[in-house]
């Protein structure tokens, strides 16, 4: 072999070794944890490439600068179609998991819970400190919420389904009430649809109305139907409703937290001490239970309950029995406080 070949061989091995070494090392690169201790959340603007998503991994300190992340994605390139978006990264994903995620396009999902029983201003409370939420509402009155939801005012308190709804980043919190809204709105018109014949409801806005006073006045299961009886046995008979809740948000900001006997002499449309049948809308937003429970009431005689102290209520069917009840709950709340 002359010393000319000898020469080419040579260098042909070590070009083989430096592409051989090279493949290992971006393999490795590729294998290698990302230097974060604890879940991430990284987010991509649109428009950036190769150069503007290293250098952001870079600044994060998610990924350490190496010069193998380009050469990574020119021997993948299927890991280089990334989008942008908002993306969870946890600790221990590897490089390529991390870039396979962001060619997938998954992005990070986040939770906002809407809880039977609260109002729509708490609603609102709640999405406006939800992260990563578009805000297009500019304020929380009546007015501005229904313009931008292309709704009637009376469409909105009790009409958005409670529960945990997920979201990625930019969605708007419009988007999110309409979610909830059609919900609301479907699961309605099923519960309506398959209702108890003969109930003193004139249309579907007085069922959502009787479901959210009973999820405002228990909290336990079992009750529901039965607290439904009572208000449904009081309108048949023509009695008020005489139910706390009513007034509390009649009341509105003025709510302190007790109420007196000049709140519940206090005329407002909601006032159920005041005014004979149901309050003009609902005062909550009640949950599938409560729904059903307005729709399905217990056949009962009862028309009074009160509290037991325990968690639940005592029902009867006449005044001497109620007042009795109160009663024996005010000797227990007493007990309670003295202890």
Known sequence: MTA??????G????????VAFSYWQIRQFAASALTINQETIFT???GSGRIALEARLNQQHIVPESPWFGWLLKLEPELANF???TYRLTSGMSVREMLALLSAGTEAQFPVRFVEGTRLQEWLAALRAAPYIRHTIPDDKLATVAAALKLNEQELEGWFYPNT?????NTTDVELLKRAHEKMTSLVDTIWEGRMADLPYKNKNDLVTMASIIEKETAVSGERSKVASVFINRLRLGMRLQTDPTVIYGMGDGYKGNLTRKDLETPTPWNTYVISGMPPGPIAMPGKASLEAAAHPLKTNFLYFVADGKGGHTFTTNLASHNRAVQEWRRIVKEQNER
Do not use: E, M, N
């Open 44 to 46: 991509l603007p649109a």
């Open 83 to 85: 989008k942008a978006g």
């Open 11 to 18: 260098v042909i091995i070590l070009l083989v070794a430096a």
């Open 4 to 9: 000319k070949r000898k020469l080419f061989t």
């Open 165 to 169: 709804y997920l979201y990625t980043a």
